[in-house]
C-alpha cells in the first residue's frame, strides 16, 4: 500500500532541543541513560567512540550473570546499572545493581512477592525498564506493584499501584516528569469474557502518576474506550504546550502531565501496540498501530478532542514493527520488524525509500549513536550496525551468543546489552 501523505516541515527537533523537553540536561546526565530507550526516550545518544565490532570474546569489558528472568533493558546512571527480574516462576521479583566498572553485583534486592498473571509467551514478568533520577531507582513489575530503592538497595517507598491484568503481560515502562513517576497501565480484563480490552474496547485502562519521593498517587487518567497496549509515554513540549504522548489499543492520545486529563486522540486501530512514539519533524512524532491493523503513521501533535481526520499526516503499511521501535534519523525513519526486514521510508511523506533482509528475530528496539543504527536480533545477541541513507549499507555484524530481547543501554562510551543470562558491557578498543 502507497503511503497516504502530506508535506512535513522541515526543521528538524534536534538532540539539543529534545533535551529541553525533559529538563536540563548537563554533561554528566548526557553520559547516563536513565530511562527506556534513553535520556530523551528516542533511542539515541550524543556520544562519541563507541564500540563498532565485537564478539563473544573481543571487546568484551565484563559479562555479568543475572538471578532470574526479564526484559527489561539496562538503565546505567553514576557508575552503576540497574536490570530487574524475576524468580519463582514470576512470584518473587528482584531489582539488580551491578557497577559499570568492573561489572561485580553490587546488589541483588528482593522487593515484592506477586501472583504470576498471564502473559504472552514472548513477555516476561519484569519487562518494564527502570527509571532512575540519579538517587533513586524506580521498578514495575508483571501484578502492577511499584517500587523505588536508593542506590544502596535500601527501600524507599512500595506501592501495589492497580491489580493489573492483560492477555499479553505487562510491558510498558515508566517515566519521570518533575517530582512526578508515570506509568500506563493498559491492561484487559481479568472477568469471565477474556476478549474484554483484548478484542473488545473497554474503559480500564489507567495511567497513573505517583510522587516519586512518597509514592502516593497524584493522578489517575483515563483513555476512554481503548485496548491493550505496551507503550512508554513521551513527555513533548509543542506550542507552548507540554503533552504525554501515548499509544494503547485503538488510540494515539496526548494527556496533560500535570494532572492526567486526556486533551486529544487518534483512532489507531489494533490491540498490543508495543513501539514507542519517536519525535520527527518538529511538530510531528511517528507512532505504530497493533496487531489486526498494522500502520505506521506520523500524527501532527496539538488540538483538542477527536483529531484523528485533521492530525494524521500520512499513514504506511508496509514494514511495520510489532515489538521494537522506530528510529529517526533525517530524512528518514527506519523500522525493523520482528521477522529481520529493516525498512527506509521518507519521514516527510512516508514512501519506501528501501527495505533489506538482515536476518534474525527482533524483540529489542534500534539505537542511533555516531550516524550509525545498531539493530540488536534474538538470535544469538546478534547486532547489525548499519549507515543510514538514501540505500541499504551493512558496516558490522556481532554476535555476543545469548539470546536477546532488551534494548541496548549507552552510557560513558560503553554499550551494556542484556542477554537471557548475562548483563554484558562492549567497549571499543583502546
Known sequence: MAARSLRLPTRLLTFPLMALVLGHVSKAQADDWPRFRGPTGQGETPETGLPIRWSETDNVT???????SGWSSPVVHSGRVFVTSTTDEGRTCHV??????????LWDKVVCEQEPKHKRLQNSHATPTPVTDGETVFAVFSAGRVVALDYQGEERWNVQAVDFYSQHGLGASPILYGDMLIMPFDGSSPGDDAKVGFKKPWDGAVLMAFNKNTGKVLWRGSRGMSRLGHVTPQIIEQGGAVRMVSAAGDVVQG??????????????????????????????????????????????????????????????????????SLVYVAPH???????????????????????????????????????????????????????????????ARNQIGELCK???????????????????RIDAPE
Not at 565484563?62 to 532470574?68: D, E, H
Not at 532488551?406 to 554484558?424: M, N
Open 62 to 68: 565484563w559479562k555479568t550473570p543475572i538471578n532470574g
Open 96 to 105: 539488580h545493581c551491578v557497577d559499570a566498572e568492573s561489572g561485580a553485583l
Open 255 to 324: 494527556h496533560d502531565p500535570a494532572s492526567g486529563e486526556l486533551v486529544w486522540s487518534i483512532y489507531s486501530q489494533g490491540e498490543g501496540v508495543t513501539p514507542s512514539i519517536v519525535r520527527g519533524p518538529e511538530g510531528v512524532v511517528f507512532t505504530c498501530s497493533g496487531f489486526e491493523e498494522p500502520t505506521i503513521r506520523a500524527v501532527r501533535l496539538g488540538g483538542e478532542g477527536t483529531v484523528t481526520d485533521s492530525h494524521v499526516v500520512w499513514e504506511q503499511r508496509k514494514g511495520v514493527p510489532a515489538l521494537s
Open 406 to 424: 532488551a534494548s541496548i543501554a549507552v552510557a560513558d562510551g560503553s554499550f551494556y546489552i542484556r542477554g537471557e543470562h548475562s548483563l554484558f
Open 333 to 395: 525513519v527506519f523500522s525493523v520488524t520482528d521477522a529481520g526486514i529493516i525498512h527506509c521510508f521518507e519521514a516527510a511523506t512516508g514512501e519506501l525509500v528501501w527495505k533489506k533482509r538482515i536476518g534474525g528475530k527482533h524483540s529489542a528496539s534500534p539505537i542511533v549513536a555516531e550516524g550509525r543504527i545498531y539493530t540488536l536480533s534474538e538470535t544469538d545477541g546478534e547486532t547489525v550496525v548499519i549507515e543510514p541513507g538514501d540505500e541499504y549499507r551493512e558496516i
